[in-house]
């Protein structure tokens, strides 16, 4: 199985929260099939640059644990639609 590089995996990132609007670490994770540490690094750094924000629940209501809820910015709605915009007129740019 091949590696996805960091920067497929941030792209792949940020259409799977605009697909679902909010979703926790571990749900990004299970979506994108890439470890916990993967998403939770990729995050800190599309926070970074304002694209995504990160909110912590203190107990998640299943499981009692804390939890991490990734949400779009405005910012971060702009970069994804112009990504695939992008993707639809060079797909060669952002391979899979």
């Known amino acids: ?5 960091r920067q497929n995996v941030r792209i792949e990132l940020l259409k799977v929260i605009k697909r679902n609007k909010s979703l926790s670490y571990t749900q990004i994770q299970r979506k994108l099939s890439t470890n916990y540490d993967s998403i939770k690094e990729n995050c ?7 694209m995504i924000e990160v909110n912590v629940l ?3 209501p299943r ?3 804390k939890s991490f809820i990734v949400n779009l910015t405005d910012s971060g709605q702009k970069a994804v639609s112009k990504i695939e915009k992008l993707t639809e007129s ?3 740019l952002f391979p899979k």
């Open 58 to 60: 203190q107990e998640h």
């Open 44 to 50: 800190k750094e599309l926070m970074l640059y304002g």
């Open 63 to 65: 499981n009692k644990h």
């Open 90 to 92: 060079h797909p060669s």
């Open 1 to 5: 199985m091949s590696r996805k590089s």
